[in-house]
């Protein structure tokens, strides 16, 4: 285990990176997708699972984490990576999304009416009831640092708040509130790195945020690569939800985000087209949930990437490059999903018949087997606009 973090661009293509970086735990090619291991898990997968569909980085989440099964016990056993047997390099987020979005409780009455209790966002953190059973928690940046600090990944969060659509007064205000807490992440950081015995060191990114206004933006990303930080993210509810979107945001503020360092995109990639456009966006890591959400509930890629014209292109004949197993058509189909797939699904032979007949019958096979898949054409795609960047650039 080295105690390093480091990062280095190898090659560039119009706004497309190629790189690597070196965690802890091991070294990451850049661009790449991270599967998504909300509870130290991902979904429906094992470990080597998740190695075997090529998966370099996994992303485990704070706000769950904490509430169950707790940092404190994590950390007993020995960090995330040797309580989940990954023995590879992590990220966690801050939690920031989730205590806004997760963190409010609703409880049923005797009379059948929910009882609300929202979250509370001030100036020093943010209060909030638990999704499993309402009780009452409070984060802070410093919190948060703790909290990540004890699940022991690589690359960590600044905690922030992730800016909702209430209009542009509402998102200078988060964004203030945001480069508040980072400078305090910072802070504790800073300071539990320097207690540290064995425990390795962690990478801290700050996050961008500002919603959908350039000038807010620019103001942000501003401010976080004045903190000279190993790496900075960007996020919000303007990452993520729509591909052109996402470019808008980015192109804002290309132009002052720094080469040197690995800029995260944070809760991108519904699709392998959305991963491409993340790709050529200039992302060097991003994550999403889609690829075996997607695949639970009958969803899987289909398609291959395209190099042929001016940049890379992902074509599928599918509408979100996407088939629907659950389909009648497919009851019959002795074909694989995809035959040009490299994946563990189709190299065995799986047939879309037999995929159709475990979704309806509900077979948990069904969702180790789709969520391998899904993952597999996430990572793949990923990988081959990098081989074309290193290619190219």
Same mark, same amino acid.
């Given at each position: 285990?080295?105690?390093?973090?480091?990062?280095?661009?190898?090659?560039?293509?119009?706004?497309?990176?190629?790189?690597?970086?070196?965690?802890?735990?091991?070294?990451?090619?850049?661009?790449?997708?991270?599967?998504?291991?909300?509870?130290?898990?991902?979904?429906?997968?094992?470990?080597?699972?998740?190695?075997?569909?090529?998966?370099?980085?996994?992303?485990?989440?704070?706000?769950?984490?904490?509430?169950?099964?707790?940092?404190?016990?994590?950390?007993?056993?020995?960090?995330?990576?040797?309580?989940?047997?990954?023995?590879?390099?992590?990220?966690?987020?801050?939690?920031?999304?989730?205590?806004?979005?997760?963190?409010?409780?609703?409880?049923?009455?005797?009379?059948?009416?929910?009882?609300?209790?929202?979250?509370?966002?001030?100036?020093?953190?943010?209060?909030?009831?638990?999704?499993?059973?309402?009780?009452?928690?409070?984060?802070?940046?410093?919190?948060?640092?703790?909290?990540?600090?004890?699940?022991?990944?690589?690359?960590?969060?600044?905690?922030?708040?992730?800016?909702?659509?209430?209009?542009?007064?509402?998102?200078?205000?988060?964004?203030?509130?945001?480069?508040?807490?980072?400078?305090?992440?910072?802070?504790?950081?800073?300071?539990?790195?320097?207690?540290?015995?064995?425990?390795?060191? %962690?990478? /801290?990114? *700050?996050?961008?945020? #500002? =919603? &959908?206004?350039?000038?807010?933006?620019?103001?942000?990303? $501003?401010?976080? @690569?004045? %903190?000279? /930080?190993? *790496?900075?993210?960007? #996020? =919000? &509810?303007?990452?993520?939800?729509?591909?052109?979107?996402? $470019?808008?945001? @980015?192109?804002?503020?290309?132009?002052?985000?720094?080469?040197?360092?690995?800029?995260?995109?944070?809760?991108?990639?519904?699709?392998?087209?959305?991963?491409?456009?993340?790709?050529?966006?200039?992302?060097?890591?991003?994550?999403?949930?889609?690829?075996?959400?997607?695949?639970?509930?009958?969803?899987?890629?289909?398609?291959?990437?395209?190099?042929?014209?001016?940049?890379?292109?992902?074509?599928?004949?599918?509408?979100?490059?996407?088939?629907?197993?659950?389909?009648?058509?497919?009851?019959?189909?002795?074909?694989?999903?995809?035959?040009?797939?490299?994946?563990?699904?189709?190299?065995?032979?799986?047939?879309?018949?037999?995929?159709?007949?475990?979704?309806?019958?509900?077979?948990?096979?069904?969702?180790?087997?789709?969520?391998?898949?899904?993952?597999?054409?996430?990572?793949?795609?990923?990988?081959?606009?990098?081989?074309?960047?290193?290619?190219?650039?």
């Amino acid at each position: 285990m080295t105690k390093t973090f480091s990062y280095k661009l190898l090659a560039k293509k119009g706004n497309a990176k190629a790189g690597v970086m070196q965690t802890p735990h091991g070294e990451v090619a850049t661009p790449v997708f991270m599967p998504v291991g909300t509870v130290g898990s991902v979904k429906a997968m094992s470990p080597e699972d998740v190695r075997m569909a090529g998966g370099e980085i996994v992303l485990g989440n704070t706000y769950h984490l904490y509430l169950r099964p707790g940092d404190g016990l994590v950390r007993e056993m020995g960090g995330l990576q040797e309580f989940m047997r990954w023995q590879g390099p992590m990220l966690t987020d801050s939690g920031g999304y989730q205590v806004s979005s997760l963190g409010l409780f609703r409880e049923e009455s005797k009379e059948k009416l929910a009882k609300v209790k929202p979250t509370k966002i001030d100036e020093d953190g943010v209060t909030f009831w638990s999704h499993l059973d309402g009780s009452e928690h409070r984060f802070t940046p410093e919190k948060s640092i703790e909290i990540q600090e004890n699940l022991g990944a690589d690359v960590i969060m600044a905690f922030d708040e992730a800016t909702p659509d209430r209009g542009r007064e509402y998102a200078r205000e988060a964004m203030q509130r945001t480069h508040n807490w980072l400078v305090r992440s910072k802070k504790r950081w800073e300071e539990m790195e320097e207690e540290k015995g064995e425990w390795w060191p %962690q990478a /801290l990114f *700050g996050i961008v945020q #500002g =919603g &959908g206004y350039e000038d807010l933006r620019r103001e942000s990303v $501003e401010f976080v @690569v004045k %903190q000279d /930080l190993p *790496g900075m993210a960007i #996020g =919000g &509810g303007s990452i993520g939800q729509d591909a052109a979107e996402t $470019e808008e945001n @980015v192109s804002w503020i290309r132009s002052q985000l720094p080469s040197d360092k690995p800029v995260y995109l944070m809760g991108v990639g519904k699709s392998p087209s959305e991963a491409v456009a993340a790709v050529l966006s200039g992302a060097d890591m991003f994550d999403c949930v889609a690829p075996t959400r997607i695949a639970r509930m009958g969803g899987l890629y289909v398609g291959e990437l395209e190099v042929g014209g001016m940049t890379p292109k992902f074509a599928s004949e599918h509408e979100h490059d996407r088939m629907n197993i659950d389909n009648r058509r497919f009851a019959n189909d002795r074909g694989v999903i995809d035959d040009k797939c490299d994946c563990y699904t189709c190299r065995q032979g799986f047939s879309r018949a037999y995929l159709h007949h475990l979704f309806r019958s509900h077979e948990l096979l069904y969702y180790r087997l789709a969520s391998i898949h899904n993952t597999r054409v996430m990572i793949r795609t990923v990988g081959q606009v990098r081989a074309w960047v290193m290619e190219q650039g």
